[in-house]
């Protein structure tokens, strides 16, 4: 055999090699991505995918059936989040539990948690020192993980012509220094605050906290159950007044959002101009004012937060799945979509 002919076979050889190694490269391109095989699960090895995107990507969610429960705020959140989160995990069973004998919130939430009542709770304020206190005293301790961005709004009558409150005048308000709306540039008309109880939940801690500022709640105000109720008073009541999550007041027919400021001359929306007026509602509602909350340009705003037990157990395994479910792209635009601000 020649030199040559040797050279030539040589160089079939190598081609019909390289055109053999193409079509088999081809072939594994076209079977892993029409079956969704990943080239770390063809080569044995593992692929550890940040949690950013997707639930499906969240790793060390257990199976089970988990209670949990808490702030009445997170409810519109609940209504997008568990649906889609057993889509996506089914063997992860969420289960909304609420108190026996006391009314549902933040506070309950954490105390059913550390009853051991439930896996986890949601809040809609930080926890306490004391809630601290007490887990440490049961052998664990329990961490507020932050998954989104609320705010409060103040709902009037929508028949009420003010042009808005600061926090100083909001403060007078509901202990009982200002009890006349004419007082305020307004018609002459006796203001009737309602709130839940203090010992409710997170909505009423927090603005008892940084609103009252440790002043008690005067003797004009009236208590109410929960926040539906409280918003049917309103729109009844021409000098009703009511504060809650602004999820809850900002997309609502029956009543107007008042603007907030901390200066009479910033008072800031909280809802996206232009103002919907009653008569086009419920065909168009009035959307939060994203921006404001998320600037903190408006002047009370809150984080929520999912309570997680660390006791190295189920319980908070569940909490933390929970926590990084929310915070996933796909949590987030969820989030948003009940009326929130996201996180990040």
Same mark, same amino acid.
């Given at each position: 055999?020649?030199?040559?002919?040797?050279?030539?076979e040589?160089?079939?050889?190598?081609?019909?090699l390289?055109?053999?190694?193409g079509?088999v490269?081809?072939?594994l391109? %076209?079977?892993?991505?029409?079956?969704?095989?990943?080239?770390?699960y063809?080569?044995r090895?593992r692929?550890d995918?940040?949690?950013?995107?997707t639930?499906?990507?969240?790793p060390d969610?257990?199976?089970?059936?988990?209670?949990?429960g808490?702030?009445?705020? %997170?409810a519109?959140?609940?209504?997008q989040? !568990?649906s889609?989160?057993?889509i996506?995990w089914?063997?992860?069973?969420?289960r909304?539990t609420?108190?026996?004998?006391?009314?549902?919130?933040?506070?309950?939430?954490?105390k059913?948690?550390?009853?051991?009542q439930?896996?986890f709770?949601?809040?809609s304020?930080?926890l306490?020192p004391?809630?601290?206190?007490?887990?440490?005293q049961l052998?664990?301790t329990i961490?507020a993980?932050p998954v989104?961005?609320?705010?409060l +709004?103040?709902?009037?009558?929508?028949n009420?012509?003010?042009?808005g409150?600061t926090l100083?005048?909001?403060?007078d308000i509901?202990?009982g220094?200002?009890?006349? %709306?004419?007082?305020?540039?307004g018609?002459?008309?006796?203001?009737?605050p309602y709130s839940r109880?203090? !010992?409710?939940?997170?909505?009423?801690d927090?603005? !008892?906290e940084?609103v009252?500022?440790?002043?008690k709640?005067g003797?004009?105000?009236?208590?109410?159950?929960?926040?539906?109720p +409280?918003?049917?008073e309103?729109?009844?009541?021409?000098?009703?007044?009511?504060?809650?999550s602004?999820p809850?007041?900002i997309g609502?027919c029956?009543?107007?959002?008042?603007?907030l400021?901390?200066?009479? !001359?910033k008072?800031?929306?909280?809802?996206?101009e232009p103002?919907?007026p009653?008569e086009?509602c419920p065909?168009?509602?009035?959307?939060?004012n994203?921006?404001?909350f998320?600037?903190?340009?408006y002047?009370?705003t809150?984080?929520?937060?999912?309570?997680?037990?660390?006791n190295?157990q189920s319980?908070?395994?569940?909490?933390?799945a929970?926590a990084?479910?929310?915070l996933?792209d796909?949590?987030?635009?969820?989030? +948003?979509?009940?009326?929130?601000?996201?996180?990040?």
């Amino acid at each position: 055999m020649t030199q040559q002919h040797r050279t030539n076979e040589t160089k079939v050889l190598v081609l019909t090699l390289a055109i053999t190694l193409g079509l088999v490269g081809g072939f594994l391109w %076209w079977f892993s991505h029409s079956y969704g095989i990943k080239a770390g699960y063809l080569n044995r090895t593992r692929v550890d995918t940040p949690t950013t995107d997707t639930f499906s990507q969240v790793p060390d969610v257990p199976t089970g059936l988990f209670s949990y429960g808490g702030s009445t705020t %997170w409810a519109p959140i609940r209504q997008q989040v !568990d649906s889609a989160v057993a889509i996506v995990w089914p063997r992860f069973q969420l289960r909304y539990t609420e108190p026996i004998e006391a009314a549902p919130g933040s506070s309950t939430g954490i105390k059913m948690l550390l009853g051991n009542q439930l896996a986890f709770s949601q809040s809609s304020r930080a926890l306490k020192p004391e809630e601290n206190e007490q887990a440490k005293q049961l052998g664990f301790t329990i961490k507020a993980v932050p998954v989104a961005i609320d705010g409060l +709004a103040i709902a009037v009558n929508h028949n009420l012509s003010i042009p808005g409150l600061t926090l100083a005048q909001l403060k007078d308000i509901y202990t009982g220094k200002l009890t006349n %709306w004419q007082q305020l540039g307004g018609p002459n008309l006796p203001i009737t605050p309602y709130s839940r109880r203090l !010992d409710a939940g997170g909505t009423v801690d927090f603005f !008892d906290e940084n609103v009252l500022a440790g002043e008690k709640f005067g003797s004009n105000v009236k208590f109410v159950h929960s926040t539906t109720p +409280a918003l049917e008073e309103v729109a009844k009541n021409p000098g009703g007044i009511y504060y809650a999550s602004a999820p809850e007041v900002i997309g609502q027919c029956s009543i107007k959002p008042l603007s907030l400021g901390r200066k009479s !001359d910033k008072l800031v929306k909280p809802y996206k101009e232009p103002y919907i007026p009653p008569e086009k509602c419920p065909k168009q509602r009035n959307q939060l004012n994203k921006e404001a909350f998320q600037t903190g340009e408006y002047p009370i705003t809150r984080r929520l937060f999912v309570i997680v037990k660390q006791n190295g157990q189920s319980d908070q395994q569940a909490g933390d799945a929970y926590a990084n479910l929310l915070l996933t792209d796909q949590g987030q635009e969820l989030i +948003a979509k009940a009326g929130f601000v996201r996180l990040r």
